[in-house]
């Protein structure tokens, strides 16, 4: 038998469009409304939030987190839930982008109704 009980409820916490909240450990990472931010689950307490990328998309890799804005834009930010540092960013795709994009090792792919782009980020580890 399922049971369920409210532990907390905070109306302007992660409020996603196109994408999904991105859970890693006791944190979450999602797009507020366009804006990066970084939930502690345990209290439902912001514990950051900054960067506009519009109602892009977000993939959470080993150890960072790669977003495409609704521009196109590519951004590689740092999964870090005392601070996020951005590490990349790249012009990519021309108009609205809304698409999931993929990463497979260091390469990904991203896409809008008009064209489809690869990017290889070369990083230390081979690994996003």
């Given at each position: 038998?399922?049971?369920?009980?409210?532990?907390?409820?905070?109306?302007?916490?992660?409020?996603?469009?196109?994408?999904?909240?991105?859970?890693?450990?006791?944190?979450?990472?999602?797009?507020?409304?366009?804006?990066?931010?970084?939930?502690e689950?345990?209290?439902?307490?912001?514990?950051?939030?900054?960067?506009?990328?519009?109602?892009?998309?977000?993939?959470?890799?080993?150890?960072?987190?790669?977003?495409?804005?609704?521009?196109?834009?590519?951004?590689?930010?740092?999964?870090?839930?005392?601070?996020?540092?951005v590490?990349?960013?790249?012009?990519?795709?021309?108009?609205?982008?809304?698409n999931?994009?993929?990463?497979?090792?260091?390469?990904?792919?991203?896409?809008?109704?008009?064209?489809?782009?690869?990017?290889?980020?070369?990083?230390?580890?081979?690994?996003?």
């Amino acid at each position: 038998k399922w049971q369920a009980n409210e532990i907390w409820s905070r109306t302007p916490l992660l409020r996603t469009k196109f994408t999904s909240a991105l859970v890693d450990g006791g944190v979450a990472y999602g797009l507020n409304d366009g804006i990066l931010e970084c939930v502690e689950l345990d209290q439902g307490k912001r514990l950051w939030r900054q960067g506009r990328y519009g109602h892009g998309q977000v993939l959470l890799g080993e150890k960072n987190l790669v977003t495409a804005s609704e521009s196109g834009e590519l951004a590689v930010v740092t999964a870090d839930p005392s601070k996020p540092q951005v590490l990349a960013r790249l012009p990519v795709l021309q108009g609205t982008t809304w698409n999931p994009l993929a990463v497979v090792g260091s390469q990904i792919y991203l896409r809008n109704a008009q064209e489809m782009a690869r990017v290889d980020l070369q990083t230390d580890s081979d690994s996003l």
